[in-house]
């Protein structure tokens, strides 16, 4: 067979395009200037990232002076919990809820706030991998400051109903925040009608560069800084603006949600015959639910391999993809996430995700499901655990 290269670890980062790329470069050189500088080549630029804050607002239903620019994905899941939190507090209400699949970004943040006394209810997800507006409304109380709950997953891509929970939080008075960061350009997302308070994006997950990202804030709530310094983004986040960053931001978002439909339409067929092809491989199954999940993911676990030997003999073959047992945080443990489905250590270790965008075509399929079986025989093979799998007849799923 013919070695293609395929990147499937979209869910990670993905490449700057060609049309945001030609979006920024003016940025850089030629429209240099400081937007806080009084003269044109300040003033201009001001306007310029007024520009994009309109444009980004319209595509997620905002209105301009509710974005506002961050570093990114961790920034602005950071900025809105320990902010609602300080704010809240002040009433308060010190009791967080959110859920045991959170983002990094979201649960380390909720870890340190909890060695600052307040109360963090993490609720437990189904073994398929989704939270319910009804856990939501058990779990909020007097005391409650604050829902955060991501939109969809980042390992293994399941969806959460955003907007119920949305409607729970605002019958209760409570704010919601979601991490939309994998949500983007995947899910038609309007924060009026799924009353969301608070939602986090950024750039690099969907073509625009790293370390570029916004906040969705509500009018009317009052959001202290995370950083002090200049009066920049309406005296709420200091910092001299990254002008071509935005700039790209802009192009991004608008070219992610400018067709999410006819993505999906292309992109499911192709997602269902992986899942259908690698599940054909003895003792494997699928993480996460089978249709309440993102167009452009799958995540496998493969009884009998390790997600990292199964990651490297991928990229010889030329693809490149993730697995829940990368040492993200230098630890050998499998994912948090694969753990809240329930699944045991020895099976979370074998995982793999796939992540593609809308390059992904049905060749690429059809090489990934030649590769893979290919590549879980041969590692099995060798594999002491499977061996004595095989030969006491037991199934670990
Ligand atoms: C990537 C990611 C983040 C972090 O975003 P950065 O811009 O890399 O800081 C947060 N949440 C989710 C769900 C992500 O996938």
Redesign the pocket.
């Known amino acids: 067979m013919e070695k293609r290269i395929i990147y499937a670890d979209h ?3 993905t490449a700057v395009s060609d049309e945001v790329m030609q979006a920024m470069l003016p940025y850089f050189q030629e429209h240099f200037g400081n937007p806080s500088s009084i003269y044109a080549r300040g003033r201009e630029n001001e306007r310029a990232i007024m520009d994009a804050r309109a444009r980004i607002a319209a595509c997620i239903g905002a209105q301009p002076n509710e974005i506002f620019f961050t ?5 602005s ?1 950071n900025w809105a919990i320990k902010g609602a939190a300080e704010q809240m507090a002040a009433q308060g209400k010190r009791h967080i809820i959110t859920t045991a699949f959170e ?1 990094h ?2 649960l380390h943040t909720c870890e340190f706030l909890e060695k600052h006394g307040f109360d963090v209810t993490y609720l437990p997800v189904s073994p398929e991998g989704l939270v319910t507006a009804q856990q939501v409304e058990d779990a909020i109380c007097e005391d409650t400051a604050l829902v955060t709950i ?1 939109y ?3 390992e293994i891509g399941t969806i959460q109903p955003i907007a119920e929970i949305g409607e729970v939080c605002q019958k209760h008075g409570v704010l919601f925040h979601t ?1 939309a ?2 949500a983007i350009g995947n899910v038609e997302i309007n924060v009026k009608e799924q009353h969301i308070d608070m939602l ?1 994006l ?4 969907f073509h625009a560069p ?2 570029v ?1 916004a906040l969705y804030v509500r009018k009317g709530i009052f959001l202290p800084n995370l950083i002090h310094g200049g009066g920049q983004e309406l005296g709420r986040r200091a910092g001299t603006e990254n002008v071509p960053g935005i700039i790209g931001l802009a192009k991004a978002i608008e070219l992610a949600t400018a067709d999410i439909p006819g993505k999906i339409a292309r992109l499911t067929p192709l997602r269902d015959k992986l899942i259908d092809g690698i599940l054909k491989i003895d003792q494997t199954r699928l993480n996460g639910d089978r249709t309440q999940r993102l167009c452009g993911n799958v995540n496998v676990s493969i009884v009998g391999v390790e997600g990292e030997s199964l990651l490297l003999m991928l990229d010889n073959a030329g693809i490149a993809a993730s697995s829940g047992s990368a040492c993200t945080s230098g630890s050998l443990d499998p994912s948090h996430v694969l753990l809240s489905l329930g699944l045991k250590h020895e099976v979370a270790h074998g995982s793999l995700r796939l992540s593609f965008g809308e390059e992904f075509t049905e060749a690429d399929v059809d090489y990934i499901l030649e590769v893979i079986p290919k590549v879980v025989e041969r590692l099995r093979s060798m594999s002491p655990m499977w061996e004595t799998l095989t030969k006491q007849g037991i199934r670990l799923v």
């Not at 570093?71 to 920034?75: F, I, K, L, N, T």
């Not at 950024?202 to 997950?205: A, L, M, P, V």
């Open positions: 869910a990670a980062t570093a990114g994905g961790s920034e899941d983002h970004a979201v991501m969809a997953n980042n991490d960061v994998q986090s950024s750039g690099h997950k790293k370390g990202g």
